[in-house]
């Protein structure tokens, strides 16, 4: 994927120069014993002639102090720079996945392939083929893992040309290599497997729609799966809320249309 080398790279380049700042002395002001000794002598012409009359010599100067740099700016640009990619692997998934495949899916790699692996592996799979287009959140939270072993298997299935993703908005959304070209071209189009379940038994509810929990059992999927399609299908205006209660949904206008032209399509 795109942009994992450069995020290594740079999270690299972030705390070397962290390390850099820590390992710089801290800038203290000198202090000259033998100035505060001078002062307290009174000051005579023949001390000045002393002076004046012994040159310095080449090993004096260059053993002058150089002022040390003020390893502040180092600690602040390193550790400011890592706070931000954290932060923004947080609130944007795109890089939070991006991040999760340079930094996490390396160490889970080196662990032994074994059996729920294989699982892991082929359950992603199978969920991806039946909810193409799904994004990295729902497909973690629909089979109830972590985030570096749903990176880890992804990146390993689209190695192997079984699946591939592209990056929407702020998600990074999966599909399966088994569509054709005009599917991956329709791959955008919302009326597709669960989601098009979902408007069709909502569209036969009525203006009085149905709550989530009674869709779920309708169409026996999990919380999460209802979740992310009612979300997409909401924001392309095709569903709305009904007014029996907050957690109802019924089919838009519009949505009845789109419908339509989707039977008429089939």
Not at 107 to 114: E, G, I, T
């Amino acid at each position: 994927m795109r942009g994992v080398w450069f995020a290594r790279l740079l999270v690299l380049a972030l705390l070397s120069l962290s390390l850099y700042g820590v390992m710089l002395p801290n800038a203290a002001p000198s202090t000259d014993e033998s100035a505060d000794d001078d002062s307290e002598a009174p000051f005579t012409p023949s001390d000045a002639a002393q002076e004046t009359a012994e040159p310095l010599d080449d090993e004096d100067v260059e053993s002058a102090p150089s002022e040390n740099p003020d390893p502040q700016p180092y600690l602040l640009g390193g550790i400011g720079g890592l706070l931000l990619l954290a932060v923004s692997a947080i609130f944007v998934e795109y890089i939070g996945v991006i991040m999760l495949l340079a930094l996490v899916v390396p160490m889970v790699s080196q662990r032994r392939k074994h059996k729920e692996d294989q699982m892991n592996r082929g359950r992603i799979l199978g969920y991806i083929e039946a909810n193409a287009g799904i994004h990295f959140s729902a497909l973690r939270d629909g089979l109830g893992l972590a985030n570096g072993v749903t990176a880890y298997h992804t990146n390993e299935l689209e190695r192997a040309g079984k699946i591939f993703s592209w990056k929407s908005g702020k998600h990074r959304r999966y599909a399966s290599s088994i569509l054709d070209k005009d599917q991956r071209k329709n791959i955008s189009n919302p009326l597709s497997g669960t989601r098009l379940a979902i408007l069709e038994v909502l569209a036969a509810s009525g203006q009085l729609g149905l709550e989530s929990k009674e869709l779920r059992e309708r169409l026996q999927i999990s919380r999460q799966l209802l979740s992310h399609h009612i979300k997409e299908l909401h924001s392309t205006a095709m569903i709305e809320p009904s007014e029996r209660t907050k957690r109802a949904w019924r089919a838009s206008i519009y949505g009845h249309e789109q419908l339509q032209q989707s039977r008429a399509v089939q």
